[in-house]
């Protein structure tokens, strides 16, 4: 059973700081998502990451892949306000090849002005 | 583009009655769609997988005859909850994949449902 696991659950920093959440997950897989949910609004899809050592960025996030180690970051550079939210990372398809995604625990950032 | 409505918002409904909550990809055909549910603080759990003309494939621990769901065209799904009941109240959210080789899922805004 894939099993993917976020750190860390809860993150509060300052406007301004660097800070990196991880996305580690149990078994090989093709694809690493990374998705944003707003209080009470859906998913929004921030980066789809498809092959080993693939780096993606937009704005103040970046988001990589090593597929070796099971693990992916999303680095925040000098974070504002408006990126507070509630990260997800997601992994599919499944070992059967199946599309489904299986979902991180997700990370509730909170940035302080 | 890759945009995915539904409908409705949010419903308020007594126990014991039957919800619908539909699911449309509106610029582009989806073959597979996806229903999830997310309580309050949690992460979100995969409860079907919808393929057009074909029956859903139900994930462990979901209830098929609780949980219907009809995938009738390329565009829109739906998810009947039968016999609703206080612990089925929820955030349902569907989302449908591109066909492209990302097979990137977009997710529709959600339907929080309330069960009296």
Same mark, same amino acid.
């Given at each position: 059973?894939?099993?993917?696991?976020?750190?860390?659950?809860?993150?509060?920093?300052?406007?301004? !700081?660097?800070?990196?959440?991880?996305?580690?997950?149990?078994?090989?897989?093709?694809?690493?998502?990374?998705?944003?949910?707003?209080?009470?609004?859906?998913?929004?899809?921030?980066?789809?990451?498809?092959?080993?050592?693939?780096?993606?960025?937009?704005?103040?996030?970046?988001?990589?892949?090593?597929? !070796?180690?099971?693990?992916?970051?999303?680095?925040?550079?000098?974070?504002?306000?408006?990126?507070?939210?509630?990260?997800?990372?997601?992994?599919?398809?499944?070992?059967?090849?199946?599309?489904?995604?299986?979902?991180?625990?997700?990370?509730?950032?909170?940035?302080?002005? | 583009?890759?945009?995915?409505?539904?409908?409705?918002?949010?419903?308020?409904? !007594?126990?014991?009655?039957?919800?619908?909550?539909?699911?449309?990809?509106?610029?582009?055909?989806?073959?597979?769609?996806?229903?999830?549910?997310?309580?309050?603080?949690?992460?979100?759990?995969?409860?079907?997988?919808?393929?057009?003309?074909? !029956?859903?494939?139900?994930?462990?621990?979901?209830?098929?005859?609780?949980?219907?769901?009809?995938?009738?065209?390329?565009?829109?799904?739906?998810?009947?909850?039968?016999?609703?009941?206080?612990?089925?109240?929820?955030?349902?959210?569907?989302?449908?994949?591109?066909?492209?080789?990302?097979?990137?899922?977009?997710?529709?805004?959600?339907?929080?449902?309330?069960?009296?």
């Amino acid at each position: 059973e894939l099993k993917v696991e976020q750190n860390p659950l809860f993150l509060s920093m300052q406007e301004g !700081k660097n800070y990196t959440i991880y996305c580690n997950y149990s078994t090989t897989s093709d694809r690493l998502y990374w998705y944003r949910q707003d209080p009470g609004k859906s998913l929004e899809s921030l980066f789809v990451l498809l092959s080993n050592g693939a780096v993606k960025q937009e704005g103040r996030l970046m988001a990589s892949l090593d597929t !070796k180690a099971r693990l992916s970051t999303l680095h925040i550079t000098a974070a504002v306000h408006d990126l507070s939210a509630t990260y997800f990372c997601a992994v599919g398809p499944d070992n059967f090849g199946n599309e489904k995604l299986t979902f991180g625990t997700g990370t509730r950032l909170t940035i302080i002005p | 583009g890759a945009v995915v409505s539904q409908h409705p918002s949010w419903v308020i409904c !007594k126990s014991g009655t039957s919800v619908k909550i539909e699911c449309r990809s509106l610029d582009f055909q989806a073959t597979t769609m996806f229903w999830y549910r997310q309580f309050p603080k949690q992460s979100l759990m995969l409860m079907a997988t919808s393929n057009e003309g074909s !029956k859903a494939t139900y994930e462990q621990g979901v209830e098929k005859d609780k949980f219907l769901i009809n995938h009738a065209s390329l565009t829109l799904s739906t998810l009947t909850v039968t016999s609703a009941h206080p612990e089925d109240s929820s955030f349902y959210i569907c989302s449908a994949s591109t066909s492209d080789n990302t097979d990137t899922q977009y997710f529709g805004p959600g339907t929080r449902l309330t069960v009296l």
